[in-house]
């Protein structure tokens, strides 16, 4: 993830703010409660990348192989995989 977690609640908590400040949204539930949730949605958001790349390490280590005899680019297959991947699956990074 790119961002620290005290980032991403800095970032929640002005967003919320700015939001309501602007006569934008009207608070149903505590401002905490709306904060911490936006938190998590972010965090979340953010962590899909995170888990594609996990995926494709472990799918690049059916080349491990080829990669050390050096017939592959780890890399270049890396970003590859990652590039099918992300849009076969529809995601924004």
Same mark, same amino acid.
């Given at each position: ?10 970032l929640?908590?002005t967003?919320v703010?700015?939001?309501e ?13 709306v904060?911490?949730e936006?938190?998590?949605? /972010?965090?979340?958001? *953010?962590?899909? &990348?995170?888990? +594609?790349?996990?995926e494709i ?6 080349y ?16 590859? /995989?990652?590039?099918? *991947?992300?849009? &076969?699956?529809? +995601?924004?990074?």
């Amino acid at each position: 993830m790119k961002l620290s977690k005290a980032r991403i609640s800095h970032l929640a908590d002005t967003i919320v703010r700015r939001l309501e400040e602007g006569g934008q949204i009207e608070l149903a539930g505590t401002r905490a409660a709306v904060v911490d949730e936006l938190d998590r949605a /972010i965090t979340d958001e *953010l962590m899909v &990348e995170d888990r +594609l790349n996990t995926e494709i390490r472990e799918l690049m280590k059916q080349y491990e192989s080829e990669i050390e005899r050096g017939h592959v680019d780890y890399q270049k297959m890396f970003t590859m /995989i990652k590039s099918k *991947l992300v849009r &076969e699956r529809g +995601l924004i990074l």
